[in-house]
């Protein structure tokens, strides 16, 4: 899966797609991307062609170890966002809130 984005910050829709199909993801190498997807994804030098190109030769010579590399990243991603969603569900409903009355 390539997506690619020029936007400093920006979580592209196709990685977390890759993700759910288990499939190799070349990303822009923007802060969140590699955060979120840093250990299993592949990630051009620069936003010119040939080092494009160089990364999708190096997805598709690494295929089979990218994708083992992601099967293995996704328990871990989805624990990630279950804790971030506990810890605002926290924020958002104090534990001491009384729980509504039927």
Known sequence: ML???LKADCLVCGA???LSL???????GNGA???LFG???VFPESCDENDIAAALRKA???????RDLTEQGRPAFAE???????SLRA????????APSS
């Open 91 to 98: 924020a958002l409903i104090p534990p001491d809130a009384a």
């Open 60 to 66: 598709l010579q690494d295929y089979d170890r990218i």
């Open 3 to 5: 997506d690619l984005t």
């Open 33 to 35: 991307s590699r955060d």
């Open 80 to 86: 990630r966002w279950l804790v971030a969603a506990q």
């Open 16 to 18: 977390y797609e890759a």
């Open 22 to 28: 288990n499939k190799p993801m070349i990303l822009s």
């Open 39 to 41: 250990s299993f994804a």
